[in-house]
C-alpha cells in the first residue's frame, strides 16, 4: 500500500522523469504484463511481481527528493536523529 500511495502523491506533484525513470517504467510495466500472461496462478503473480516493485518505485522516489515534504524530514532526522541531542 506504501507504494501505491507514493507513486499517487508524486504523480499528484506532475513529475518530470528522466531517462532512467522511463526506463524503468517501462522495465516494471513490461515485466508484470509478461508475468500476468505467463503465470496462471493468482499466488504466483503476488510472488514475482514483487521483482518489479523497486523498479516501479525508484523513479517516482527521484522525482520527491526536492519536495517539501521531504526536506522537512531531512531535516528533522537530522536535527533529532543523527546529531543526537543531549539529555
Not at 506532475?14 to 493468482?42: D, E
Request: with cysteine; hydrophobic share 50%; aromatic share 16%.
Amino acid at each position: 500500500m506504501l507504494i501505491w500511495l507514493i507513486i499517487a502523491y508524486s504523480l499528484f506533484r506532475r513529475p518530470r522523469l528522466s531517462s532512467f525513470g522511463i526506463i524503468c517504467l517501462l522495465f516494471s510495466f513490461l515485466g508484470m504484463l509478461l508475468i500476468g500472461y505467463m503465470i496462471p496462478f493468482a499466488g504466483s503473480i503476488i510472488r514475482y511481481r514483487s521483482i518489479y516493485l523497486p523498479f516501479l518505485l525508484a523513479p517516482f522516489l527521484h522525482t520527491l527528493r526536492y519536495q517539501r515534504i521531504t526536506q522537512n524530514l531531512n531535516n528533522w532526522l537530522k536535527k533529532h536523529i543523527v546529531e543526537s541531542p543531549k539529555h
